[in-house]
Structures are given as structure tokens and as C-alpha cells.
């Protein structure tokens, strides 16, 4: 039998181990980042990376439902959303994978799924090449910022300051009242550009891209009366 005959006939298993030309996915993969979260803390395992695709494997340790955020910069502030897992029920754990390209960033834990988060500063430094199928590429964000908003069934709070023009933002309602509110979003003609409802103590969100100049309408609807504000985009 002739040498190329006999290695037809092998496994490719076989013939791997053989010729040593084979690489493995499995051994490419990097181990995950194990992360720790409770109702005060926010314990990363290692926060310094090559750039490239990191997981990490989230553990929730606290009494409250968390989310967890990588945040990349966006001038002076870390609020430019990369990537993000929410809804980490109290004793469960689950998976962020993200691809990052090199600089700095920051990851959150947010115990109750609201507010600035705990935050834990990550270095990612040359390495692997980032864009990783499947995966969020740091320079593709998800999203620029949030908005986080509360209705207690008489007002809106949370909504201060303008956005601009172009802005991918996730707006978020915290509902404190004791029935089912709707969010409403219209852009400037008075075209409803989001609405979802959100149950009596529960949060909803959605993201919007700012597309049109001029003055935006954040509607609150159920109750007694709707709730307007104005949100100016320039």
C-alpha cells in the first residue's frame, strides 16, 4: 500500500497527531473571566487582556437581580455601552462574551438593574485582533448611553440635559406605580419612534436612534393623565 493510501484510510484525528499540522479551536479559546457580583460588590478575577474575545462568567451572589455592563469611553466619561447580560436572577450565574479592541474600559455591576453600577476598570493591550464573529467589536457599540428614568404616576425624573443628534440611547423606565404604565417616544413630526408598556414595579427599556434634530416628546401613558417632557436633540 502506497504512503498516501494508508494516511487516506486514517482518521483525521489520527493524521493530526501524525503530521502535526492540525490546530484546535478548543485550544485557542481563552478560559473565562470568573466575575462576582453582590448587592455592594463587584469582584472581577483579572482585568487586564489582550485585546480580542473575552467572557466572562457572572456569578450573582447578591439578594437582587443584576445586569452587568462593559462600558467604553466616550470623552471623559465611560458611558458608550459595548456590551451588556441583564436579568441575572439572585444564585444564577451567565455569560458576557464581548470582542475588544485595545484601550481602556469599565465594567458594572448594577444590583437591581439601575442606576451608575459598580464599577471595575479593565486594560486591554495588544494581542489578538478584535472582530471576532458573533462577538460586539469595541469601535461597533451597542449603544452611546442610557437614560434612566422613574415614574411614580405624577412625574418623570431622570430626564435632564439635552442629546445629540445621531445618539443611539437606551431609555429606561423604573415603573413605581401600582399599575401598567406605557412609554412613548416621538420625534420631532410627532412620529412615535418607541413604545413598550412596563408592569406595576418592573423596569422596560428600549434603544433609539436620535435621528432628527429639534424637540423629542417622553410620554408617560396610563393613570389618571399622561405625563409629557420635552427632550431637545441638537
Not at 96 to 105: E, K, R
Not at 165 to 180: A, M, P, R
Not at 189 to 210: C, H, I, N
Request: aromatic letters at 4%; a negative charge.
Amino acid at each position: 500500500m502506497s504512503r498516501s493510501a494508508a494516511l487516506t484510510g486514517l482518521s483525521s484525528v489520527t493524521l493530526c497527531a501524525l503530521v502535526g499540522a492540525c490546530s484546535s479551536d478548543a485550544s485557542s479559546e481563552r478560559p473565562g473571566i470568573a466575575v462576582k457580583a453582590t448587592n455592594n460588590t463587584c469582584e472581577v478575577e483579572q482585568t487586564s487582556f489582550d485585546a480580542g474575545k473575552i467572557t466572562f462568567n457572572v456569578k450573582n451572589d447578591g439578594s437582587k437581580v443584576t445586569e452587568v455592563y462593559v462600558y467604553g469611553a466616550s470623552g471623559a466619561e465611560f458611558t458608550k455601552v459595548i456590551s451588556e447580560v441583564e436579568n441575572i436572577g439572585p444564585g444564577t450565574s451567565r455569560e458576557l462574551t464581548v470582542t475588544l479592541d485595545p484601550g481602556s474600559y469599565e465594567l458594572a455591576c448594577k444590583p437591581g438593574q439601575t442606576g451608575h453600577g459598580i464599577r471595575q476598570a479593565i486594560t486591554v493591550g495588544g494581542g489578538a485582533t478584535a472582530g471576532t464573529s458573533g462577538s460586539s467589536s469595541s469601535d461597533d457599540a451597542k449603544y452611546d448611553r442610557e437614560i434612566e428614568l422613574t415614574t411614580d404616576g405624577s412625574s418623570i425624573t431622570g430626564l435632564s440635559g439635552a442629546a445629540k443628534q445621531g445618539e443611539k440611547i437606551e431609555f429606561k423606565l423604573e415603573n413605581e406605580t401600582d399599575g401598567t404604565r406605557t412609554f412613548e417616544l416621538k420625534d420631532p413630526d410627532g412620529k412615535v419612534a418607541t413604545e413598550f408598556d412596563v408592569p406595576a414595579g418592573k423596569q422596560g427599556e428600549a434603544v433609539v436612534e436620535l435621528a432628527d434634530a429639534g424637540a423629542w416628546a417622553v410620554i408617560i401613558e396610563g393613570g389618571a393623565a399622561n405625563i409629557e417632557k420635552a427632550l431637545t436633540v441638537g
